[in-house]
Nanobody, 119 residues
Framework: QVQLVESGGGLVQAGDSLRLSCAASGCTASIYALAWFRQAPGKEREFVSG????????YYADFVKGRFTISKDNAKNTVYLQMNNLKPADTAVYYC????????????WGQGTQVTVSS
């Protein structure tokens, strides 16, 4: 079992930056990949970015390419999402979740962290 705790959200202005953290605990050796998702009010949850637990590959949704960077601190079992040049459209609750094998559904969802970008 894996537990995930997100942090780092907040209220910022358009063009500002934030760094989200997702700290993993428990059976972290069983993780295959970790991803960030977000859900805005009235919208479905959508994939933002992901990273293989080995760190070998990273993935981004088109709408964040060039603005967001995902990275991992192996010693802390923590994955970061550096978000630059934030836009009001990035306003959402951001969640992290894990896969335990390729092509499996993501699970072990964290509680989420709110990101609000004002214009």
């Amino acid at each position: 079992q894996v537990q995930l705790v997100e942090s780092g959200g907040g209220l910022v202005q358009a063009g500002d930056s934030l760094r989200l953290s997702c700290a993993a605990s428990g059976c972290t050796a069983s993780i295959y990949a970790l991803a960030w998702f977000r859900q805005a009010p009235g919208k479905e949850r959508e994939f933002v970015s992901g990273i293989l637990w080995s760190g070998a590959n990273t993935y981004y949704a088109d709408f964040v390419k060039g603005r967001f960077t995902i990275s991992k601190d192996n010693a802390k079992n923590t994955v970061y999402l550096q978000m630059n040049n934030l836009k009001p459209a990035d306003t959402a609750v951001y969640y992290c979740a894990v896969q335990f094998a390729a092509n499996q559904n993501f699970g072990s969802w964290g509680q989420g962290t709110q990101v609000t970008v004002s214009s």
